[in-house]
């Protein structure tokens, strides 16, 4: 059993009820590499911003789970080192998907979990997230839970259509399971492909994909349900057209790959939406470095390379989210 306190990382109690009072959002970025990693501790140091570095099934699958633990146990003796004094850095699993993979993450040293009942029908979504509440709480771990479902691939449940949470259950969930946060589900979606061409209009302009909003009226019921509590947004990645173009540009095919418009993140950060995940953007703004790169350098095979570009760009996004979407910046 590792105690995530002595590593020196926190779980998201008092980082949440910070960000809801004060009206900002925390930063919750997937990894599954070093790059991403060094690049994520780099931005929260330079922003001092308190983070979330998010590791799913996949990413423990991909990068070793033990590998991955010790590397937040790294990022915080890294952030140390690159000039923070009290790093705030949570380590939490994404989308756990049963009760033994939370309680894996637990043991190992996380922080946080989230487990994703949203797939399962309510009573038996309430029964698991409860089990893993009991388990997390005895370590001060804190947990997150899912009502309502994304579209789009959430780890290995994949749902076609998405369903906004109702706002008449989320009093009887939080009470039932206990969760510390609630993600809800208001329009968004995992991935790069968050909306269909047919569900865009096109702005006259541009010829850019503009996508329809998301449903305020849903999380402001919510609010009202649950004043002040935590909530979560997922699929909060904004698919930014310029990486698009380079991907393109350079050999890639992504077609109609549209995100959230960052106006509308920056609206959910200032209300109780204190978590927004953001992993897709990174991938984009990795592999359109990496592909430019390349292109202009056919003949370089030394990765780091390549890599350190990648690097860089994605630790100008993570900045740029901290700084202008999230407003978690100056918060140590
Ligand atoms: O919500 C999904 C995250 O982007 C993680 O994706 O399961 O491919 O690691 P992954
Ligand atoms: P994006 O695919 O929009 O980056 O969402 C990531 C996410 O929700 C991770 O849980
Ligand atoms: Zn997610």
Known sequence: MVDYKKIGLVNTRAMFSKAVDGGYAIPAFNFNNMEQMQ?????????KSP??????????????????????????????????????IVLHLDHGDSFETCKSCIDMGF???????????????????????????????????????????????????????KPEEVIDFVTKTGVDSLAISIGTSHGAYKFTPE????????GRLVPPPLAFDVLEAIEKKLPGFPIVLHGSSSVPQDEVDTINANGGCLKAAVGIPEEQ???????????????????????AAIRKTLAEKPAEFDPRKYLKPARESMKKLYIHKIVNVLGSNDKL
Do not use: W
Request: net charge negative; with cysteine; glycine share 6%.
């Open 265 to 287: 993140l920056r609206k959910a950060a200032k209300s109780a939406v204190c978590k927004i995940n953001i992993d897709s953007d990174s991938r984009l703004a990795m592999t």
């Open 51 to 88: 983070v979330i570095l998010q590791v799913s099934k996949g990413a423990r699958e991909y990068a070793n789970a033990t590998l991955l633990r010790y590397m937040a146990e790294g990022a915080v003796e890294y952030a140390k080192e690159l000039g923070c004094t009290n790093p705030q």
């Open 39 to 47: 690049a994520i501790i780099q931005a929260a140091v330079e922003t």
């Open 199 to 206: 569900q865009c209009t096109v702005d006259p302009q541009t």
């Open 111 to 165: 922080s946080s979990v989230m487990i994703d009942g949203s797939a399962l029908p309510y009573e038996e979504n309430v029964a698991v997230t409860k089990q893993v509440v009991e388990y997390a709480h005895r370590f001060d771990v804190t947990v997150e839970g899912e009502l309502g479902v994304l579209a789009g691939v959430e780890d290995e449940v994949c749902a076609a259509e998405s369903h906004y949470t």
